[in-house]
């Protein structure tokens, strides 16, 4: 596909790196010389010095004959006019955006982004989909990652084996007869800075990071039987009340009413301005770096800290400083590639990585087949797809362990007429299932191909 990117900042390039290692023709844009110093020196794409929305710009970009056109400069309304150009000039098929403004996103003008009026095919608001994916996590305490699929029927649980992790040393293909009618299957184990698929007869060790896809309804039942069995947070500590932690309140407050929750918040003027929109929240105007704020706000007493400041570093000193303190849990918004393969080291229960949530819905879009949904995970390591069967696959109508899936492939759930079938040697995919596969990145071109629309189909 030819791709144009505007912006050249964390997320920008973080697209631009994997579509580029991917084979596509990518042009990135961005104002600033050296973003673009960057992305030429380190990427093999191509690099425009210029204002993303401006014809001229996207034109020297190849925007005439792109496929996509993907928005994630700083600025919501560049974003948007980028899209109008892209659409209305070049006539460019998919135009995605990031839209931060809630303003713009209120159920009262979702005909805004609407093909006759804003076309923009894709909207990804980050602060949405990152406070989701706090909600989640405090919701399943025990995981370090949560992602769902096929409707919310599918979860997929990044899950740390500690040293009282019952499962330890015990071959994978036991845990079907150890627990019966659990469902879940094993299709990654992340160990000492690589990620791997395991077969059936490999072992789990203490610290492993271990991927497993179970029905929704099983979800705590396997979380405790990895030796997890930590209740829902009612006391909750958020470090920032920026945009997503200031989602995360209200989301509170609305779904979870006997959680108490407070905001430390460093701005004076924001802490008084979020004080004045929630109602159950009690904001501290300080420094979560400031022991004696930290205590003010009970933390010691906390189920959770949830540091979701701008600042990485700040955040993760914040998370610590809360269990020095005596809070039982933390979870932290981590932009930095490097840092999430420390965090355990480094003190953090459960992390949520904004950069990896956009480039994931940007995949769903560049996957060809009958793709439904796509998630990152280990900063590109792997990726965990969600796709639709169709009649002329060669998935269909064949035992799984007659596929000769390639090394690096392994389904992890099938979902028939919105419910999930139970996965083994002996399950048969039937046209229009949708399935849940585990991919190591360099084999995410098969799985492509194995739900691919052929010629017969038509």
């Known amino acids: 596909m030819r791709i144009v990117i505007c912006g050249a900042g964390q997320v920008g390039f973080g697209i631009a790196e994997r579509l580029s290692h991917e084979g596509h023709d990518v042009s990135v844009i961005d104002q600033l010389p050296q973003l673009i110093a960057n992305v030429r020196d380190q990427l093999d794409v191509r690099g425009v010095i210029g204002h993303g929305a401006h014809p001229s710009t996207l034109a020297q970009a190849g925007a005439e004959n792109a496929d996509l056109l993907i928005a994630v400069t700083q600025s919501d309304e560049v974003n948007m006019v980028a899209s109008q150009v892209a659409h209305t000039i070049f006539q460019v098929p998919t135009k995605i955006a990031r839209i931060r403004a809630q303003a713009y996103l209120s159920p009262v003008y979702s005909s805004l982004f609407a093909r006759e009026n804003m076309p923009i095919d894709v909207v990804i608001s980050p602060e949405i989909e990152v406070g989701e994916m706090v909600m989640r996590r405090l919701s399943l305490p025990g995981a370090v990652e949560t992602v769902r699929f096929a409707d919310d029927k599918i979860i997929v649980v990044g899950i740390l084996c500690h040293e009282d992790c019952p499962v330890v040393d015990t071959p994978l293909r036991q845990l079907t007869d150890l627990f019966p009618n659990l469902g879940a299957v094993v299709t990654g184990v992340y160990r000492q800075g690589t990620l791997i698929v395991p077969k059936s007869d490999e072992m789990l060790r203490v610290d492993d990071l271990v991927y497993v896809v179970v029905p929704r309804e099983q979800v705590r039942r396997t979380l405790v039987i990895f030796g997890h069995d930590e209740p829902k947070a009612s006391r909750v500590v958020i470090a920032g009340g920026g945009n997503i932690g200031f989602y995360v309140a209200q989301q509170l407050e609305k779904r979870e009413p006997q959680t108490k929750v407070k905001i430390v918040e ?134 799984l362990r007659a596929l000769e899936l390639p090394e690096g492939v392994r389904v992890g759930a099938i979902v028939r007429n919105g419910k999930a079938v139970e996965v083994n040697g002996d399950t048969q995919i039937l046209a229009r299932d949708r399935v849940v596969m585990f991919a190591l990145s360099e084999k995410v071109h098969q799985v492509e191909q194995m739900f691919r629309v052929s010629l017969e189909f038509f």
Do not use: F
């Not at 570093?313 to 303190?325: D, F, G, P, R, Y």
């Open 266 to 399: 460093a701005s004076r003027q924001r802490a008084l301005y979020i004080a004045d929109q929630l109602h159950k929240t009690v904001i501290l105007n300080g420094s979560a770096l400031d022991q004696d704020v930290l205590r003010e706000a009970d933390i010691e007493d906390a189920d959770t800290m949830v540091a979701l400041t701008n600042d990485d570093q700040a955040n993760i000193i914040a998370c610590v400083m809360a269990k020095t303190l005596g809070c039982a849990r933390n979870l932290s918004l981590i932009n930095n590639v490097s840092y999430p393969a420390l965090a355990n080291a480094l003190g953090i229960d459960a992390y949520v990585n904004p950069r990896a949530v956009t480039i994931s819905r940007v995949l769903r879009h560049v996957r060809r087949g009958r793709i439904e949904s796509v998630h990152s995970l280990q900063n590109g390591s792997a990726e965990v797809i969600e796709a639709e069967a169709l009649e002329t696959s060669l998935l269909v109508g064949r035992p």
